[in-house]
Every structure is written in C-alpha cells, then in structure tokens.
C-alpha cells in the first residue's frame, strides 16, 4: 500500500523558517498532484500548497511570498520551505497526495500523519 511520511516541523520564532519534507512509497503507479494542507485547533483543514504534475504550484494568498513547495519526482518527495514565518502559521501540516496505485485505475488521496509547526511571538 502507499503511506505518506513527513518531517521537519518544530518550534520557531516569528521570521524564522522551517522546510518540511514528505515522501511517499508503496505502490505507486503515477501522482497526479502533491501538496500540503494545514489545520489549526477550532478550524477547517486548508489548502496551503499544491503541484499538479508537470504544472505550476498554486499557492493560498495568505502564504504567497512566504512559502514554497517543490517535488522531488524520482523520489516521490515534497517539500515545502517556510520562510518569514507568523505567529498565525501555527499548525499542524499535513502532506497531500493525489495518485493512482500500481496496477489500478482509480485515483485516492492519500494523507501524512501531520507535523506540528509552532511559531511563537
């Protein structure tokens, strides 16, 4: 099957930076998109980032400027570097991947574990 694993969250003062790294494995037959949302406590999960595959990244406006995803096709991987950081950035990031199983037809999301990302004023 296919799992998600994700890293570089952590505790950061306002205008540090943090990278956080995803990579998937499994079966994986094509990716059609990746990306990271982000949910803190008392609100909806949201779109911060996404790469469709072989298309520009999209970004929220609330990050724009600030942040920036990249792929790492060959390794499955997605990263998304955080710079200026603000207080109202704390939450926790999950990695997002929208991709086809080895052998199938069908398209699933598939979700990290989610890693805590604290800005502090």
């Known amino acids: 099957q296919v799992q998600l694993v994700e890293s570089g969250g952590g505790l950061v003062q306002a205008g540090g930076s943090l990278r956080l790294s995803c990579a998937a494995s499994?079966?994986?037959?094509?990716?059609?998109?990746m990306g990271w949302y982000r949910q803190a406590p008392g609100k909806q999960r949201e779109l911060v980032a996404t790469?469709?595959?072989?298309?520009?990244?999209m970004y929220a406006d609330s990050v724009k400027g600030r942040f920036t995803i990249s792929r790492d096709n060959v390794a499955n991987m997605v990263h998304l570097q955080m710079n200026s950081l603000k207080p109202e950035d704390t939450a926790v990031y999950y990695c997002?991947?929208?991709?086809?199983?080895?052998?199938?037809?069908?398209?699933?999301?598939?979700w990290g574990q989610g890693t805590q990302v604290t800005v502090s004023s």
């Open positions: 790469m469709p595959n072989g298309r520009t990244s």
């Open positions: 997002n991947a929208d991709l086809r199983i080895r052998g199938r037809l069908d398209r699933q999301i598939y």
């Open positions: 499994g079966s994986i037959g094509s990716v059609n998109a």
